[in-house]
């Protein structure tokens, strides 16, 4: 019975993006922990500014852009990430980002580790972020 009170906790959402079952004509939905890396991927895609009634959230990924990519960039990076994320995922705690350069070219990796807070257990997620447009 507990077990299930802690997973109402990680919620059920839309999927992302947002697609229709073709069983049901319904939209996808997500649940718990496919939720929670959705909800990170949305956070990490969308920058500051875009949402109008929300103009506060998301993640200042895209003004790294244009940036040189060195050791101070990248740095900063991971804690523009985990700051979102803090901020943004209150279903997470222990963050932990790193930011390295990619396997393809003008591409880089981010690492997330984080442990969610209902179950205890712990997740890694890989996302590329992509430093020229048409990539995705």
């Known amino acids: 019975m507990e077990e299930k009170g802690k997973k109402d906790f990680l919620g059920t959402g839309f999927h992302f993006p947002i697609e229709i079952d073709e069983t049901t004509g319904r939209f996808k939905m997500s649940r718990e922990d496919e939720n929670i890396k959705e909800s990170i991927r949305l956070i990490l895609m ?3 500014g875009e949402r109008v009634m929300r ?16 050791y ?3 740095v900063r990076m991971e804690q523009e990430i985990k700051e979102a ?6 279903r997470i705690e222990e963050i932990e980002v790193s930011v390295a350069p990619g396997e393809e070219q003008n591409a880089l990796m981010i690492h997330i580790s ?5 179950t205890n257990n712990p997740y890694n997620y890989v ?6 447009e048409g990539f995705e």
């Open 46 to 48: 969308t920058g500051r």
């Open 55 to 70: 103009p506060e959230f998301g993640c200042g990924l895209k003004q790294f852009v244009y940036e040189t990519m060195d």
């Open 72 to 74: 101070g960039t990248l």
């Open 85 to 90: 994320l803090t901020l943004w995922e209150p």
């Open 114 to 118: 984080y442990r969610v807070r209902a």
């Open 127 to 132: 996302f590329p972020f992509y430093l020229q």
